[in-house]
T-cell receptor, first 112, second 111 residues
Framework: QKEVEQNSGPLSVPEGAIASLNCTYSDRGSQSFFWYRQYSGKSPELIMSIYSNGDKEDGRFTAQLNKASQYVSLLIRDSQPSDSATYLCAVTGSGGYNKLIFGAGTRLAVHP | DTAVSQTPKYLVTQMGNDKSIKCEQNLGHDTMYWYKQDSKKFLKIMFSYNNKELIINETVPNRFSPKSPDKAHLNLHINSLELGDSAVYFC??????????FGDGTRLSIL
């Protein structure tokens, strides 16, 4: 079982729709959860961090965490073509030292 | 005033050569990391230093040797380069238990 799993996509949504990206993780001791966006040929860019169960909203982005289900998601409202990128879910392992374990990423395509 | 900067951006070299990648951060962070992103875009941690001390040392060939002269700098030296070393290498930095910030990456191509 992979430590952090994501659907590789591509997830295709029309402009203006809600894009829903999902991630599951295997380490029950994980404490910190992040979503990074990576455009082709560029570096990962942090867009959301979440540390406790529930929802966290920032502009058009909402991160949701359910530690009991070992599940974290990212919702993008009013999707724009500029949101087209690969979204990486990252989780810190319970071993400490802020060791980030990344999923393989979900490619999102927003079409006009 | 780039926060995490890596040099060089591109590195093209032949098998068997030795090369180094340098990273510097001006964010005042205590911890720095090296990641490798392979052709399938999978991002995996290699090493981490906290205030010049090695704290994460994943299972990578011992041809890879990190070095941190001070907490703002982290270099990666690779000996006897192999075809499988072709990848993008990212440097990152953070404060303890805080989000990591990535440099622009070094694209290494082995001929």
């Amino acid at each position: 079982q992979k430590e952090v799993e994501q659907n590789s996509g591509p997830l295709s949504v029309p402009e203006g729709a809600i894009a829903s990206l999902n991630c599951t993780y295997s380490d029950r001791g994980s404490q910190s959860f992040f979503w990074y966006r990576q455009y082709s040929g560029k570096s990962p860019e942090l867009i959301m961090s979440i540390y406790s169960n529930g929802d966290k909203e920032d502009g058009r982005f909402t991160a949701q965490l359910n530690k009991a289900s070992q599940y974290v998601s990212l919702l993008i409202r009013d999707s724009q073509p500029s949101d087209s990128a690969t979204y990486l879910c990252a989780v810190t392992g319970s071993g400490g030292y802020n060791k980030l374990i990344f999923g393989a990423g979900t490619r999102l395509a927003v079409h006009p | 005033d780039t926060a995490v900067s890596q040099t060089p951006k591109y590195l093209v070299t032949q098998m068997g050569n030795d090369k180094s990648i340098k990273c510097e951060q001006n964010l005042g962070h205590d911890t720095m990391y090296w990641y490798k992103q392979d052709s399938k875009k999978f991002l995996k941690i290699m090493f981490s230093y906290n205030n010049k001390e090695l704290i994460i040392n994943e299972t990578v060939p011992n041809r890879f040797s990190p070095k941190s002269p001070d907490k703002a700098h982290l270099n990666l030296h690779i000996n006897s380069l192999e075809l499988g070393d072709s990848a993008v290498y990212f440097c990152a930095s953070s404060q303890p238990n805080q989000p990591q910030h990535f440099g622009d990456g070094t694209r290494l191509s082995i001929l």
